[in-house]
């Protein structure tokens, strides 16, 4: 009789205790919901100071939904490289935003100084394009020509000259300035940035407030070449190519040599060596070719 007692007391202390821990849990998971909707104070907090209102996996996504703000917005500064995604028909931007972008740009020209709508561009100078070609893994000359057709697309745009600005050196973050709001779209050194996450951030977070300045701003300073004459200017660009190509592999070339270290330079970004017996293939390749040569 005792015994089942106990055994009756234990079983009803054991359901009791598990459905303390089911109310925990329960407890648990909508303090989790809670804070995943409406965020902790702290993250909150951090938030609003940091200005960011929406992350986005890719650029493309991040455009579809920034495309009404940028239709509406009375200034509208982009900063890329060469801009070939927006400009281009097929880009891998979002097409309303090229068609918004086209429409901005046009009516611009077809009423000067009467409409208040204002756009410039900032591209990559193409003396600097081959720099950003190598980090891509691209063919030389390749993003130099992509700026060159997106200043032929401004220009059939009937774009103002002045609204265009090559920038000489690499790009560090794709971005779009509407007003109020500003997407950034960072570049990873060894692949292209519409593949990689954006930021929505709005006036008045730390991250618009550096950037207006020191990223969109870039059109005040005199690191940008302010174009004057659109046709002119496309044409001794493109007569430059070769030469802008030869400067840029004597550079590159002259920066892998700058160091007495051996090996201070990577001759390839593979991991083929750390297979064994790969660099004794190559070696044996090496002293074959060489006895050909001799």
């Avoid at 701003?217 to 190519?241: E, F, K, Y």
């Avoid at 840029?248 to 270290?261: G, I, P």
Wanted: charged share 25%; hydrophobic share 35%; with cysteine.
């Amino acid at each position: 009789m005792s015994s089942h007692y106990a055994a009756g007391s234990t079983r009803t202390e054991l359901e009791r205790e598990l459905r303390d821990y089911e109310q925990e849990l329960s407890q648990a998971a909508l303090d989790v919901a809670s804070a995943v909707e409406i965020g902790t104070p702290e993250a909150v907090s951090s938030r609003e100071e940091s200005g960011i209102l929406k992350s986005f996996r890719n650029r493309k996504d991040a455009l579809s939904y920034f495309n009404p703000k940028l239709e509406r917005a009375h200034k509208v500064v982009v900063v890329g490289s060469s801009l070939k995604g927006l400009l281009h028909p097929g880009g891998s931007a979002d097409a309303a935003t090229r068609s918004i972008l086209r429409e901005r740009v046009s009516q611009q020209a077809r009423e000067p100084g009467e409409h208040d709508k204002k756009t410039d561009f900032v591209l990559t100078h193409p003396a600097f394009a081959d720099l950003r070609a190598n980090q891509e893994n691209r063919d030389k000359q390749d993003i130099a020509l992509e700026v060159i057709e997106s200043l032929m697309y401004l220009k059939e745009w009937d774009a103002p000259p002045s609204s265009i600005h090559l920038y000489l050196g690499t790009p560090t973050c794709f971005g779009i300035l509407a007003d109020d709001q500003m997407i950034l779209n960072p570049y990873p050194y060894a692949d292209v940035a519409f593949q990689s996450p954006c930021l929505l951030l709005q006036d008045g977070g730390y991250f618009f407030n550096t950037f207006v300045s020191s990223h969109f701003g870039i059109i005040d300073r005199t690191m940008v070449v302010r174009l004057s004459d659109l046709p002119a200017d496309i044409g001794d660009l493109h007569w430059s190519l070769s030469e802008f190509q030869k400067r840029s592999d004597q550079l590159l070339e002259y920066a892998k040599q700058s160091t007495t270290r051996d090996r201070s330079q990577s001759d390839t970004e593979s991991d083929l060596e750390k297979h064994p017996g790969f660099n004794d293939i190559v070696e044996a390749a090496r002293k074959r070719h060489s006895q050909h040569e001799g």
